[in-house]
C-alpha cells in the first residue's frame, strides 16, 4: 500500500499527564479518514500534533516519507493544510480575502492575479463564490466552515487536516460541509485526516475509520469494522444498536453502561 501521511510511535502529554500513547497509524493518498472517540480520547491533540500547533514529545509524523516534525513552518504549510472548529473563527475581512490567506506558504504577504485566480476556482468548487466580498464573521456557521475550507484548499497541500469541521451546525448544514469535503478530496485527489463525534456521520462519509480511547488507537478500518456494538460499549460505555445501511453502519444509542456494568 501507498502511504501518504503516518505516525509513528506520536506520544504527547500535558503537563506529564499522558494525552496520546504510542499512536501509530498510516493513511493511503486520496482518502478520506476520521477520528473518532469520546471526550478526552486525543482526537484533537493528534491533530494538531500533525500540524506542528503543539509540539510531540516523541515519536515521528511522515508525509511521502519527509519528517514534519522536523519540517519549518512554512514548510508545513505547503504539505499540510488545517480547517479548525466552526467555533474558531474570526477573520475582520471579506471571504475574498479570508480565503486568499491561505496562498501566503506560495505568496508571502504580496498576491498575484495567478493567485487570485486560485481564490475564485476554489469558491467555484464550493459554490459560495456570490459570497466573496461578504463580512466573514457576518456569516452563517456553515458559510463559514465553507469559507475555511477554501482557505485551506487554495493552499494547493496534499493533506488537509479537519478538526470538528461540524460541530454547532445544524444536520443540514452538517451535511452539507460533509458532502464539501467528501467531494474535494475525491475531485483533488487530497488526503484528508478528520477529527468527528458524530459517529454516523463518519460512517456515512469516509473511507477509513480510526478509534480512540486514552489517547491511544483502539480500532482502525473501514466503517464496518470499526463501528460495532463491541467497540461502541467498550469505548464509549454506550449500549448501541448498529445497523448496516448500504454496507455503512448506523447507530443508535440505547443507554449508558454505568461504572459497575463495565
Not at 473518532?36 to 500547533?53: A, E, F, Q, W, Y
Not at 479548525?84 to 506560495?106: A, E
Not at 474535494?184 to 478509534?211: E, P, Y
Request: hydrophobic share 45%; proline share 4%; net charge positive.
Amino acid at each position: 500500500m501507498m502511504i501518504k501521511l503516518q505516525a509513528k510511535d506520536l506520544t504527547f502529554s500535558y503537563n506529564s499527564h499522558p494525552i496520546l500513547d504510542h499512536v501509530n497509524f498510516q493513511i493511503a493518498p486520496g482518502k478520506l479518514v476520521t477520528i473518532v472517540g469520546p471526550n478526552g480520547s486525543g482526537k484533537s491533540t493528534l491533530i494538531k500534533c500533525i500540524d506542528r500547533i503543539t509540539t510531540p514529545k516523541g515519536g515521528s509524523i511522515l508525509i511521502d516519507r519527509k519528517d514534519v516534525t522536523k519540517m519549518t513552518r512554512m514548510d508545513v504549510a505547503r504539505y499540510l493544510s488545517y480547517v479548525p472548529q466552526n467555533s474558531v473563527r474570526v477573520f475582520p475581512t471579506n471571504v475574498f480575502d479570508t480565503v486568499l490567506m491561505g496562498r501566503r506558504p506560495h505568496i508571502g504577504w504580496m498576491g498575484s492575479d495567478r493567485d487570485e485566480e486560485k481564490v475564485w476556482e476554489v469558491l467555484r468548487l464550493l459554490n459560495i463564490e456570490a459570497l466573496a466580498m461578504s463580512n466573514f464573521n457576518e456569516l452563517s456557521g456553515g458559510q463559514q466552515q465553507k469559507a475555511l475550507i477554501a482557505r485551506a484548499l487554495v493552499q494547493e497541500a496534499e493533506v488537509m487536516l479537519l478538526d470538528e469541521p461540524t460541530s454547532n451546525l445544524d444536520i443540514w448544514h452538517q451535511l452539507d460541509v460533509m458532502n464539501v469535503i467528501r467531494d474535494v478530496v475525491k475531485k483533488k485527489g487530497l488526503t484528508a485526516l478528520m477529527a468527528l463525534h458524530d459517529l454516523n456521520l463518519a460512517s456515512t462519509f469516509s473511507d477509513r475509520i480510526i478509534m480512540m480511547k486514552k489517547g491511544r488507537i483502539v480500532a482502525a478500518g473501514d466503517p464496518a469494522s470499526v463501528i460495532t456494538a463491541e467497540n461502541i460499549a467498550s469505548v464509549y460505555r454506550v449500549e448501541a444498536a448498529v445497523k448496516s445501511n448500504s454496507d455503512r453502519p448506523m447507530v443508535m444509542p440505547l443507554k449508558q453502561i454505568r461504572e459497575a456494568q463495565a
